[in-house]
């Protein structure tokens, strides 16, 4: 159960990083676009690899810290910062959908370019280390399976992504995009409002 417990977190926690809609979105959208839907899975498989690079740094460092309880409600509230903060900036951008012009690339050019993206995007580590903070802290045991959690969750969003894109190609406006943003800042803000809650309960507790 604890296993399973831990694929699941890690899950949530790979679609919260994945689904705020920005710069590595809009790559995976581009190319969907420009170079069909297999560029745009390729795109997508190379985050998720940064992502579960990312997950794995953080459990193998941080999992002890985290696991306190005289630190977990600092972290806890600190994570809750992190998600509203980013879910205020996701509200406040403007998506702008950039024409390129016909490059045809190959999956593994596709894959390795997203993950030298995915690594120079400073918004990543700290949105990993946020939602692996929310996710890790309901489950009793957070361990090695959360990072391969994170890589599924992660990678389901954007295959999906992917491949609606390629659907709906024809008909996709900045209107449709706007609204996924919006939506994706929802997300965030109800992850970053539940963390402070899960934080000030663990205050109380420490202190009663």
């Not at 600190?78 to 024409?99: H, K, N, S, T």
């Not at 995007?121 to 009793?140: E, H, K, Y």
Request: overall charge positive.
């Amino acid at each position: 159960m604890s296993e399973m417990a831990c694929l699941l977190a890690g899950a949530g926690a790979g679609l919260s990083i994945a689904i705020p809609f920005g710069p590595t979105s809009m790559m995976c959208v581009e190319r969907t676009l420009v170079d069909g839907v297999r560029a745009g899975i390729a795109t997508g498989f190379g985050v998720a690899t940064v992502h579960l690079t990312y997950s794995t740094i953080a459990i193998i460092g941080g999992i002890t810290i985290m696991s306190r309880p005289e630190t977990q409600s600092l972290l806890t509230f600190a994570a809750g910062l992190l998600l509203l903060y980013f879910a205020a900036q996701l509200w406040r951008r403007d998506v702008v959908l950039i024409p390129q012009s016909k490059v045809n690339l190959s999956f593994r050019r596709a894959y390795c370019g997203a993950i030298c993206f995915g690594f120079l995007n400073p918004v990543t580590p700290a949105l990993c280390a946020a939602s692996l903070t929310a996710f890790a802290s309901q489950i009793a045991a957070p361990g090695g399976l959360l990072p391969l959690g994170v890589f599924a969750g992660s990678l389901t969003w954007w295959v999906m992504l992917a491949l609606s894109i390629s659907l709906v190609k024809k008909r996709l406006n900045i209107g449709m995009l706007t609204l996924a943003n919006r939506g994706a800042g929802l997300l965030l803000v109800y992850l970053g409002l539940s963390m402070l809650a899960k934080s000030f309960e663990g205050v109380v507790h420490l202190t009663s």
